[in-house]
């Protein structure tokens, strides 16, 4: 395939890959340490979020160091494990039947410690990985557990995540009368709404991990109705954001159901994170300090991450803008790392006269004028970008002539492009799947709209060419042998013409292909399905010729780099990973999310991928480190849709809430919000000069929203600095025109060259 | 199952298995459960049931559908390595019923017969091949989110105010306000800005197929043409013969209208008839060989005997109102043919077919009017030559380059003369009709004559002769019977006429606009070359009128009576006179006449077909007033 044109990419990507691997592997263990040192409020942004990765990157196949770490945990306490599990058995037991005197003289004379049982009395403050006999008791009771759980447990991979489970979880072991939450909850909930307006929306903040862990706590320790009754009480009052997760935690109410439950293993390992301003938080220590409440005290220490910067409370607006993901707002921290979102130099291409000469075949009179366009582009891109990445951040594949020529292509068709704006809106095109009864579930244009790919539910993926020119095989090996290699039409004499049709059909999947994308040359088709393997198609030859396996979940999305070569994928297994064609192993993995990874998109400059995720969060990752360098949040509902302004400076999100995001990458801040869909958004992309962004949804319209517009505002140094932004809602303002289709959702929109809006979607009657 | 779910969140939160459905399910498969166990069971089922929908809905949202399949669930169900539910991947809903006695519910699910499945002969059909369709959605961002039917859906990329107008246009033409229809028309007549909305407007006149049980709206729709075709700034184009079409529809079909022999569908097709001469004579070389076209389906209803009656009428209409060289070439040689079949209506006396009878007598009277325009012409072109010749010939030649100085990039007359002489020729064969076109000699006016008068006996005499009696509108009628009758002369220096002027008549036969009475001809072409307006022709008629005067300055019947020719004059001469003339003022004069004690046999005989002047003519009059109030 390619491999043989990048013969030296290959070790200093890949070797990169694996050192910063192992370095990852380290850092799980560094932030172990960390977090069981940790007494203050504050923690390393780092360490932390490596520690919340360790479920994950323990998932990798490739990871033999990964795959150590519980296991070297585990040794030391699994002789006395047997013995020691009987006796917490029947410890519990008396427990149970209130018999607290037996209890203490077992004890006594097993010489078990104090906190065996109670995990952690009043006075721990760390996160209950303190002793080792904890730590045995808990990993043993996993060990036992894994018996006869392994049997339901999905895969190894989730069986390896037992222990983790365990260890949070042990964290909720009893810690004071079950009777009193809900006396401190509302105790604190009295107090915040007592205080001063200004801090009330702040402090309201708490309400909502409070809640929860509360109620996790109480499951744990077996007080389900106490629970159930705690839960009627108070689920009321959180933010309705949280529904779907609300909704998912009212069906929890026993213990055994903790385990393997992704979602609260998503809010078990991660910390809740909080903004708040320094004021509040001093008014919110006072009162539990005062009120001697340690209760909560102790939960806001454990499992919140509060993020205290100086200056004026926010405003109920600014919170409720950012906040919604399953894990809180991003730590300011997070979005600081310097972003290059500049473009690459173009490269500059010369014109062979020859070239010309058939150009002016085609379109008369052209070339004489388009000779001093083409200068004026080449001296403008020899500026670099102040903000672009050095040229050789990330190796590229070197232009073929056919890239060169598509190039050349490209740049003339540009030169008709039609300036668009509020008053010259695009025309619509919609491309509608007929009788799509196999269910399509993914479409792909290429950037010079002569093909369109759809990716459908019974495995198949379709590909059809919208130009009259019909799709061809290239002849079988055989016949390519008889033809003369030496004459000038080489490249049409290896076409098959008896296997010219309109569309062919891709078979090899054995699961709903959610994602398609075609390489940039048009060579190269990659589909991403359920049954956990990206495959890579020709469009030569119409056959699969890699199958990259690695996600063993469901795959959601892929993408191309917009250089090609390179790919990212995203899915199930929470896991975003970098791929080369020319590599059946990932290069980067992406590690962070808490939940699935719904979307995948390459910046234009190849440097940086962005995923979104069910987490409610946005991450942008760094393709040259793995470092995920920003984390945006504000959606209230599972991401679906990404698109990078042409310019790569901003980014558009869509979620099921209908809502549109928009967002500067550079400062790391939310600098716009879209209302005006009723339903989930499967698409969004800017025009090539991202005057309108285009959205295409559920609900059966494509809109036009004026993104001129919308990036028009200074950014203040302030808002910079704090990330505290303040949205004013100008949606119907921007919104320049929703357009109808016949029942039809759109879940594919692409600009032409010319700025022709192309839609496509399954007619559904 | 996660639609149950989901609507039983608001009550109960969640759906949930019972204890004893539990138990009763333990009991099915041999297990005895006690209540804390199947309590257990039931919590943990319920637990699992909202876990595996939980994570199926994923699923779904992927696969960017609204709806949960049985299928997202097995998914869903297969990551967690449980087995996957088999049996319910239908896509048809299954019908859940309950048992009446006792709490049971069951999806019902029927034994099917595998034999008779797989040996029967209705194979299902496999789907369609999926395919991609694109089409134009919005242009230029211009789109609205009304529901697409309420107009044609290309109107939507008109500019909204060309949109209002044609809606409202639309709106008061057929609507029920007559003075708001008369605005409308009027306005049509007269815009300059409405050339991008003449597709639509044609396309709502081609409406008349669907309306055709309603004479009103057929009507309203006829003065829509009339409007456009009037509109001097409107191009038609090969829309011309679309609206042709849609008229001759009017003229031709046996309307559900007339099947009520009340509705009065005959005036339409006398308006509509009306109407198809003036778009031809005006816009008739828009399209070559629209004339033969014409001549040709009208020729066709004619010879066809199964057509009814009334379409019969509307051909003899259509043709009288094309001129009488239409007449000439296509009713005369084919009358011999018809008259039988016409006759025998007419000669049964049962009671059954008096409607049909009834409507005979209206072909009948069509005919007349039709045959004896065309002798007078004939005579009239024939003593032209003689006397006025040089004065018409100046007045064609006239009249043909101002028609060409009219209507810029048309086809020029030579063009038409040759293509339209093959036509003809290719029509003929192909519609192989009984009637001799190829070998068409023109008959001459004496043997003409008197092969009509053994049709039409007395009657035709008595158009004749009372006709000049009337001499206030046409004066020149007796002057030309006189010629051809009485002084059979005429028909001896006929020949040398016709001799004389070989081109001209060729002319006249082919060109359409030279076609009709070329009494007519000269000065209506003059005219039109300015506009085509109602009042000028009407004037060049008389002016015409006044010509013709001097060149048959004597009748030969002196008037019998003075006062109802004035009236005749009043409605015929000014109202219809751009009509077909000579029919009209006919029957207006009848009317008067039929209370003299003159009782002729032939003249009772036809009186069903003079019974019909008095009220159409009052109501037609009364619209066409209502419209055109500025003459």
């Known amino acids: 395939m390619r491999c043989h044109d990048f013969p030296k990419l290959e070790l200093p990507v890949f070797s990169s890959a694996h050192a910063h691997f192992i370095c990852k592997m380290a850092a799980v263990q560094g932030g172990l340490v960390d977090a069981v040192e940790e007494k203050t409020i504050k923690s390393e942004p780092v360490a932390d979020a490596t520690a919340n990765n360790s479920a994950n990157d323990a998932r990798a196949p490739s990871s033999s160091p990964g795959s150590g770490v519980s296991p070297g945990v585990n040794k030391p306490a699994a002789g006395a494990a047997e013995d020691q599990q009987t006796l917490l058995a029947v410890l519990q037991f008396l427990r149970k039947n209130n018999l607290s005197e037996s209890v203490e003289i077992l004890r006594r004379e097993a010489g078990l410690p104090e906190d065996s049982l109670d995990q952690k009395g009043g006075d721990s403050t760390g996160t209950g990985l303190g002793g080792p006999e904890a730590d045995g008791r808990t990993d043993a009771g996993s060990l036992l557990s894994r018996v006869t759980v392994s049997s339901s447990a999905p895969s190894k991979a989730v069986a390896e995540d037992q222990p983790d489970v365990n260890v949070v979880l042990s964290a909720y072991s009893q810690q004071g009368d079950p009777a009193l939450y809900e006396v401190y909850y509302s105790g604190l909930k009295k107090f915040i709404e007592t205080v001063l307006d200004c801090h009330r929306a702040e402090l309201s903040q708490v309400f909502y991990p409070l809640f929860v862990h509360m109620y996790l706590e109480l499951v744990y320790n077996n007080h389900e109705n106490k629970a159930k009754a705690f839960f009627e009480k108070f689920s009321g009052d959180q933010e309705c954001y949280y529904q779907d997760d609300l909704r998912v935690l009212c069906s929890l109410t026993k213990k055994e159901h903790m385990r393997g439950n992704e979602t609260l293993l998503d809010f078990r390992t991660s910390k809740f994170v909080l903004r708040i301003s320094r004021d509040s938080y001093q008014l919110l220590k006072r009162h539990l300090q005062e009120r001697q409440n340690n209760q909560i005290w102790n939960i806001i220490q454990e499992h919140l991450y509060i993020d205290i910067f100086d200056g004026m409370p926010r405003s109920k607006g600014q919170i409720d803008a950012m906040s919604g993901s399953l894990a809180g707002e991003a730590k300011r921290e997070a979005n600081k790392a310097k972003v290059y979102y500049g473009l690459l130099k173009e490269p500059e291409i010369e014109l062979p006269l020859d070239d010309e000469d058939e150009e002016a075949e085609n379109e008369e009179g052209k070339p004489k004028k388009k000779k001093p366009k083409k200068d004026n582009m080449g001296s403008k891109s020899k500026k670099q970008d102040p903000n672009a990445p050095s040229q050789t951040r990330i190796p590229l594949p070197e232009l073929k002539d056919s890239d060169k020529l598509d190039k050349i292509m490209n740049m003339k068709e540009a030169t008709k492009r039609i300036r668009l704006g509020p008053d010259n809106l695009p025309s619509i095109c919609f491309y509608s799947f007929l009788n799509a009864y196999q269910g399509l579930t993914a479409v792909d244009l290429t950037d010079d709209s002569s093909l369109i790919a759809g990716g459908f539910a019974d495995s198949t993926v379709r590909v059809w060419s919208v130009t009259p020119k019909k799709l061809r095989k290239v002849k079988s090996a055989a016949d390519l042998n008889m033809i003369d290699k030496e004459s000038d039409d080489v490249l049409e004499r290896i076409m098959d013409e008896k296997t010219a049709s309109e569309s062919k059909i891709l078979y090899g999947h054995s699961g709903p292909v959610y994602g398609i994308s075609f390489s940039p040359d048009r060579n190269y088709l990659l589909s991403s399905s359920e049954d956990g393997t990206i495959r890579l198609w020709s469009l030569q030859t119409f056959t699969c010729l890699v199958g990259y396996k690695g996600h063993n979940y469901p795959v959601w999305d892929t993408q191309f780099s917009p250089h090609g070569y390179y790919f990212v994928s995203g899915g199930h297994d929470r896991v975003a990973r970098l791929w080369a064609t020319d590599h059946y192993q990932p290069l980067r993995m992406f590690s962070g999310h808490l939940a699935d990874i719904t979307c995948t998109r390459f910046h234009p400059n190849s440097n940086y991928v962005v995923t979104g995720s069910s987490d409610r969060t946005i991450r942008l990752w760094d393709v040259l480190n793995g470092n995920c360098v920003r984390i945006f949040t504000g959606h209230k509902g599972p991401i679906h849709a990404l698109a990078f302004s042409p310019n790569g400076k901003f980014l558009a999100s869509g979620a099921t809430d209908g809502r549109v995001l928009l967002w500067d990458i550079g400062h790391g801040l939310m600098v716009g919000e879209l209302k005006g869909h009723t339903d989930t958004i499967y698409s969004l992309r800017f025009s090539r000069d991202s005057e309108i962004l285009a959205s295409g949804s559920m609900d059966n319209t494509v809109r036009l929203w004026d993104a001129t517009k919308a990036f028009d505002l200074e950014t203040d140094d302030f808002t910079a600095a704090t990330g505290h932004i303040h949205l004013q809602d100008n949606s119907q303002e921007l919104l320049l025109g929703s357009y109808m289709t016949k029942s039809t959702p759109v879940i594919h929109l692409h600009f032409t060259r010319r700025n022709l809006l192309l839609a496509a979607g399954g007619y559904n009657p | ?631």
């Open chain 2, 1 to 631: 199952m996660h639609t149950s779910l989901m609507a039983d969140r608001e009550e109960r939160r969640f759906a949930e298995v019972s204890r004893e459905s539990i138990k009763l399910m333990a009991e099915s498969a041999g297990v005895e459960l006690g209540d804390d166990v199947a309590g257990l069971l039931a919590e943990d089922v319920c637990y699992r049931l909202r876990e595996a929908t939980q994570s199926s809905s994923q699923f779904m949202r992927h696969a960017k559908r609204r709806k949960l399949t049985v299928e997202d669930f097995n998914r869903a169900l297969r990551w967690s390595n449980v087995e996957a539910i088999c049996g319910y991947g239908a896509q048809d809903a299954l019908p859940f019923r309950s048992v009446k006695d006792g709490e049971l519910y069951f999806v019902e699910d029927r034994e099917i017969n595998l034999v008779e499945l797989a040996l029967a002969t209705n194979i299902p059909k496999g789907c369609a091949e999926t395919m991609v369709r694109v089409n134009v959605s919005y242009l230029d961002g211009k789109g609205n989110l009304e529901p697409q039917g309420t107009v044609p859906s290309a109107v939507q990329s008109l500019s909204d105010d060309l949109l209002k107008y044609y809606q409202q246009i639309t709106r008061a033409i057929l609507g029920e306000d007559p003075h708001l229809m008369k605005v409308a028309l009027l306005d049509l007549q007269s815009n300059s800005k409405i050339a991008a909305l003449l597709p639509y407007f044609v396309y709502v006149i081609s409406g008349v197929k669907s309306v055709s049980h309603d004479l009103e709206q057929l009507n309203r729709l006829l003065h829509m043409v009339k409007s456009l075709v009037q509109n001097p700034y409107l191009y038609l184009g090969s829309y011309v013969r679309s609206l042709v079409s849609s008229v001759m529809y009017c003229i031709l079909e046996p309307l559900a209208a007339s099947i009520n022999p009340l509705n009065d569908h005959w005036t339409l097709r006398d308006y509509a008839a009306l109407l198809l001469s003036h778009i031809f004579w005006t816009h008739g070389d828009l399209v070559s060989g629209l004339y033969h076209q014409i001549l040709l389906s009208l020729q066709k209803v004619l010879s066809d005997p199964v057509r009814p009656l009334c379409s019969h009428y509307g051909a003899v209409v259509g043709l009288h109102a094309l001129g009488w060289k239409a007449v000439e070439r296509v009713l005369f040689p084919h009358l011999p043919a018809y008259w039988a079949n016409l006759q025998a209506v007419l000669d049964d006396y049962s009671v059954s077919n008096a409607q049909v009878k009834a409507d005979g007598h209206k072909v009948y009277g069509a005919i007349l009017v039709a045959v004896e325009r065309l002798l007078k012409m004939k005579a009239l072109s024939l003593s032209q030559p003689v006397e006025g010749g040089s004065s018409a010939q100046v007045g064609s030649t006239m009249g043909s380059t101002g028609y060409r100085v009219s209507s810029p990039g048309l086809s020029p007359p030579p063009e038409p003369l040759t293509e339209a002489a093959l036509g003809i020729a290719s029509h003929l064969q192909a519609g192989g009709s009984g009637c001799p076109w190829e070998e068409w000699t023109p008959v001459p006016l004496p043997a003409m004559y008197s092969e009509l008068y053994s049709f039409f006996g007395d009657s035709l005499a008595v158009r004749f002769s009372t006709g000049p009696g009337k001499g206030n509108y046409a004066p020149c009628n007796p002057s030309q019977v006189s010629n051809s009758r009485k002084e059979p002369s005429g028909a001896t220096s006929n020949p040398d006429t016709t001799r004389k002027m070989p081109q001209l008549t060729a002319n006249l036969n082919i060109s359409p606009r030279q076609d009709g009475s070329p009494r007519m001809d000269p000065s209506v072409a003059r005219a039109s070359s300015v506009q085509r307006s109602r009042s000028s022709s009407s004037r060049s008629g008389q002016r015409s009128t006044g010509l013709s005067r001097d060149v048959f300055p004597k009748a030969r019947f002196t008037p019998p009576q003075t006062g109802p020719p004035v009236f005749s004059f009043l409605i015929g001469g000014r109202q219809m006179g751009r009509r077909c003339q000579g029919r009209r003022p006919f029957q207006t004069t009848f009317a008067p006449s039929a209370s003299l004690p003159i009782p002729p046999r032939a003249y009772t005989h036809k009186l069903p077909v003079i019974g019909r002047v008095g009220k159409p003519v009052r109501r037609w009059t009364c619209s066409h007033y209502s419209l055109h109030l500025p003459l």
